[in-house]
């Protein structure tokens, strides 16, 4: 059996990779996010026209705060195409306007009801000191507390509320992995 020249492999790479460049644009156009990250399930994610709300993941552009500079520069966050530079985080609302909200040491408390796994880590991978929100209160209209379901998340424990503005969609699960 004759094998195929080198050239022919390198044809064949480069519609593949042409392929693959055209079916990504035509996803992304369709609305459809692929999530590769720790923060929520894994999987491939629609856009959806539903409200925001309590418990639905979201995908947003981080306020321009120092916080997220840092988070930048220290890669908790990849670069991107949002104000700042940063990529689209995605994350679920767990609170919202009126909720009772505690996101301390110990970990984050909504409505007197204990977050699991929600204990803020003091250092990151590289011995760094993470950033810290502590506070209590009760949400302010137009904010919203956001996590990530992976106990390593960069989400509310370090950076605190986001406003509402700052979303861009709601997404919802095709496929999970």
Not at 52 to 69: D, L, N, S, T, W
């Given at each position: 059996?004759?094998?195929?020249?080198?050239?022919?492999?390198?044809?064949?790479?480069?519609?593949?990779?042409?392929?693959?460049?055209?079916?990504?644009?035509?996803?992304?156009?369709?609305?459809?996010?692929?999530?590769?990250?720790?923060?929520?399930?894994?999987?491939?994610?629609?856009?959806?026209?539903?409200?925001?709300?309590?418990?639905?993941?979201?995908?947003?552009?981080?306020?321009?705060?120092?916080?997220?500079?840092?988070?930048?520069?220290?890669?908790?966050?990849?670069?991107?195409s949002c104000p700042g530079g940063s990529y689209p985080m995605m994350k679920r609302i767990l609170a919202?306007?009126?909720?009772?909200?505690?996101?301390g040491p110990q970990g984050v408390v909504i409505n007197g009801v204990p977050i699991p796994n929600s204990?803020?880590?003091?250092?990151?991978?590289?011995?760094?000191?993470?950033?810290?929100?502590?506070?209590?209160?009760?949400?302010?209209?137009?904010?919203?507390?956001?996590?990530?379901?992976?106990?390593?998340?960069?989400?509310?424990?370090?950076?605190?509320?986001?406003?509402?503005?700052?979303?861009?969609?709601?997404?919802?699960?095709?496929?999970?992995?």
């Amino acid at each position: 059996m004759k094998r195929p020249s080198f050239k022919t492999v390198g044809r064949y790479t480069a519609f593949a990779v042409f392929g693959l460049s055209i079916a990504t644009v035509a996803a992304a156009a369709a609305g459809v996010r692929v999530n590769v990250t720790r923060s929520i399930p894994l999987g491939f994610y629609r856009t959806s026209a539903e409200p925001i709300h309590k418990g639905a993941y979201v995908m947003f552009c981080p306020p321009q705060r120092e916080v997220f500079r840092l988070a930048l520069k220290r890669h908790y966050i990849d670069p991107g195409s949002c104000p700042g530079g940063s990529y689209p985080m995605m994350k679920r609302i767990l609170a919202a306007k009126n909720d009772r909200v505690q996101i301390g040491p110990q970990g984050v408390v909504i409505n007197g009801v204990p977050i699991p796994n929600s204990k803020p880590r003091p250092l990151d991978g590289a011995g760094r000191p993470l950033p810290v929100f502590a506070g209590a209160g009760t949400v302010k209209a137009g904010d919203v507390i956001v996590m990530g379901e992976n106990k390593v998340s960069f989400d509310s424990r370090y950076f605190g509320p986001i406003s509402r503005q700052q979303i861009s969609t709601v997404i919802q699960p095709i496929v999970i992995w």
